[in-house]
């Protein structure tokens, strides 16, 4: 049954089917509930202070409780299992959890992922991002565009599509050589779209 109701946020009349509807879209429940939680904040901002003197005790006895809290939670998210692997950056041997870890450290984990290009396929060392870009010019060699060093997205830490970027013109997977022969500048998204391929 359709009921004739007037939204309590801006007034518009609209059709209702649940009784217990205020609002006449999502746009006015979503701002609505904005408003009451902001006003709730406004009316209680010593709830929290409050709550603790009123119960002094509770954050040492929770803890005492729950002192392997995060231990257990990700065993249970991870599962029981525990491996015993050996490190492939160091060869130490430890114990872990993780199913997909396979370094003992964040050193050892930062190494592995910065050396993508096996040892045996450098020759030039003192390649860089801005090296190249001055070599280049600051243009893209698929494009033929402008690379920009401030396309980064600070929202969600990443850098754009127009970022420079280290391109190998015969890729590394098929055997390419990461030498200044073999090196040229381009856009991470045209880099990206490039993949292994040889143009």
């Not at 930062?110 to 396929?121: G, L, N, T, Y």
């Not at 040229?184 to 880099?191: F, I, R, S």
Request: net charge positive.
């Amino acid at each position: 049954m359709k009921i004739k109701a007037k939204c309590t946020l801006c007034g518009a009349e609209y059709w209702k089917t649940n009784g217990k509807s205020k609002y006449c879209s999502d746009a006015c429940k979503k701002a609505g509930r904005k408003a009451t939680l902001s006003q709730w904040r406004n009316d209680n901002k010593d709830y929290q202070t409050e709550w603790r003197k009123a119960h002094p005790d509770y954050v040492a006895e929770w803890a005492r409780e729950h002192k392997n809290y995060d231990r257990d939670r990700s065993r249970k998210i991870r599962g029981s299992k525990e491996y015993h692997r050996k490190c492939v950056m160091c060869g130490k041997e430890f114990d872990t959890w993780i199913p997909h870890k396979h370094t003992c450290s964040d050193e050892c984990e930062f190494s592995r992922r910065s050396k993508r290009i096996p040892p045996e396929q450098v020759v030039d060392t003192d390649i860089t991002v801005k090296a190249l870009y001055e070599r280049d010019n600051g243009i893209c060699y698929l494009c033929g565009k402008p690379c920009d060093f401030n396309d980064i997205d600070k929202e969600r830490n990443a850098v754009g599509r127009n970022y420079p970027s280290i391109d190998h013109i015969f890729p590394v997977v098929r055997g390419g050589k990461h030498a200044w022969n073999n090196v040229k500048l381009a856009h991470v998204g045209c880099n990206a779209s490039k993949r292994d391929k040889v143009v």
